[in-house]
């Protein structure tokens, strides 16, 4: 099973993230962030990856510093738990609907951190949360995970809509990158030789 668990502890966050990349879909979430949660869930789910994160982090201050680390501390897990990339597909695509909105993402374990995000909010919030900070949350995830990341909501007017679309999508896209490839056993999926 290729699984991990990672721990960051600064002075703005204490966080322990563990994860199986072959798991069942199932997410336990205590971050003191409630719609990130809802979003790693979208994750877990749609990624079928088991996550369980807990942060105690300044959220008297605003969440940013919760919502940044644990992306970087989730892209750690995630390339622990992946090994040498050995056998894996390596790249991932999906696109997801809700209602009005749709997204796409795409993603590509190459060991090279990039992300090209393109969502224009509708609305700087969704109830208490800063729509900004997930940029920050997939930076973070990227430059942490050592992927490519090109994220896109293609269309849609709720905010909430676009935000979820995005994180499921981004789910799938890891689940299919992330899938074994048995007639890649034990080969890496690049023509260097590395990643």
């Known amino acids: 099973m290729r699984k991990a668990s990672v721990t960051r502890d600064t002075l703005e966050t204490k966080i322990q993230v563990n994860v199986n990349l072959d798991g069942q879909g199932h997410g336990q ?11 790693l869930d979208q994750i877990a789910r749609h990624g079928m990856i088991d996550m369980d994160i807990h942060c105690d982090g300044d959220t008297h ?19 622990q738990a992946l090994g040498d990339k050995k056998g894996m597909t390596r790249y991932g695509h999906s696109y997801v609907p809700l209602d009005e909105a749709l ?49 896109d909501c293609l269309r849609g007017h709720n905010a909430h809509h676009q935000v979820e679309t995005v994180f499921k999508a981004f789910g799938r896209a890891l689940r299919m990158a992330l899938t074994l490839d048995p007639r890649m056993a034990g080969t890496m999926p690049s023509t260097k030789g590395v990643l």
């Open 29 to 39: 979430f205590a971050t003191g962030v409630p719609f990130l949660e809802h979003m």
């Open 61 to 79: 201050i605003d969440d940013h510093h919760t919502v940044e680390d644990i992306g970087i501390t989730l892209g750690k897990a995630i390339t």
């Open 103 to 151: 997204s796409r993402v795409v993603i590509d374990f190459s060991g090279r951190p990039g992300l090209v995000m393109d969502v224009p909010f509708t609305q700087k919030r969704i109830g208490n949360f800063d729509t900004e900070l997930f940029y920050e949350f997939f930076q973070g995830f990227v430059n942490h995970a050592l992927v490519t990341v090109h994220i």
